[in-house]
Nanobody, 122 residues
Framework: QVQLVESGGGSVQAGGSLRLSCATS????????MGWFRQAPGKEREGVATVTRDGITAYVGDVKGRFTISRDTAKNTLYLQMNSLKPEDTAMYYCAAARTAGDWWRRQNIYWGQGTQVTVSS
């Protein structure tokens, strides 16, 4: 069973920072394509950032330059450092893993964490 356990969400004011964590098993960490999605109320779930096993990162939209995705192999943990947060970043953030990048971006055959809420006030 795939387990993705997120933590680190919370409420901050605009301009603040949060770091999300996603702990998983060594098998998932070493064999799956991983990253973060988010879903704001009334909107579709969207990919935010990914990182390959080789450390190649990808970001979507205006999170570029503000968010940093990283991996800690010793802890089998994925992180999302979020700086300069804006009210429009308010969403439930989900860690997600899939066997291929294609599956991940198409959200098929994908495993989800339980989600962690991020709320940014103006």
């Amino acid at each position: 069973q795939v387990q993705l356990v997120e933590s680190g969400g919370g409420s901050v004011q605009a301009g603040g920072s949060l770091r999300l964590s996603c702990a998983t098993s060594a098998y998932i960490y070493n064999n799956f394509y991983m990253g973060w999605f988010r879903q704001a109320p009334g909107k579709e779930r969207e990919g935010v950032a990914t990182v390959t096993r080789d450390g190649i990162t990808a970001y979507v939209g205006d999170v570029k330059g503000r968010f940093t995705i990283s991996r800690d192999t010793a802890k089998n943990t994925l992180y999302l450092q979020m700086n300069s947060l804006k009210p429009e970043d308010t969403a439930m953030y989900y860690c997600a893993a899939a066997r291929t990048a294609g599956d991940w971006w198409r959200r098929q055959n994908i495993y989800w964490g339980q989600g962690t809420q991020v709320t940014v006030s103006s």
